[in-house]
Nanobody, 117 residues
Framework: QVQLVESGGGLVQPGGSLRLSCAAS????????VGWYHQAPGRQRELVAV???????NYLNSVKGRFTISRDNAKNTLYLQMNSLKPEDTGVYYC???????????WGQGTQVTVSS
């Protein structure tokens, strides 16, 4: 059974930091294109950071220099370090694993991030 379990969300003041984690079971993250998506209230889900099986990374312009995506292959876990958080970063963050050779696509349940004073 495949599971992606996110954690690390919470309430933080503007300018603060959070680290999100996505622990995977039943799949091998290093073989996938894995990413973090953000869904703000009333908005569509958007990709904010992605890391490929070759460890190439890419970021949404609005988070470049503030967010860092990383992967621990030994722990089969994906991370998103979020610094200098802004109120517009508020929303639910989902991790996703996509295998481009098979089309398999997996999602976590999401973790809520609220940036507010």
């Amino acid at each position: 059974q495949v599971q992606l379990v996110e954690s690390g969300g919470g309430l933080v003041q503007p300018g603060g930091s959070l680290r999100l984690s996505c622990a995977a079971s039943g799949i091998i993250l290093r073989l996938a294109i894995v990413g973090w998506y953000h869904q703000a209230p009333g908005r569509q889900r958007e990709l904010v950071a992605v890391i490929t099986s070759a460890s190439s990374t890419n970021y949404l312009n609005s988070v470049k220099g503030r967010f860092t995506i990383s992967r621990d292959n030994a722990k089969n876990t994906l991370y998103l370090q979020m610094n200098s958080l802004k109120p517009e970063d508020t929303g639910v963050y989902y991790c996703n694993a996509y295998y481009d050779d098979t089309g398999e696509d997996y999602w976590g349940q999401g973790t809520q991030v609220t940036v507010s004073s």
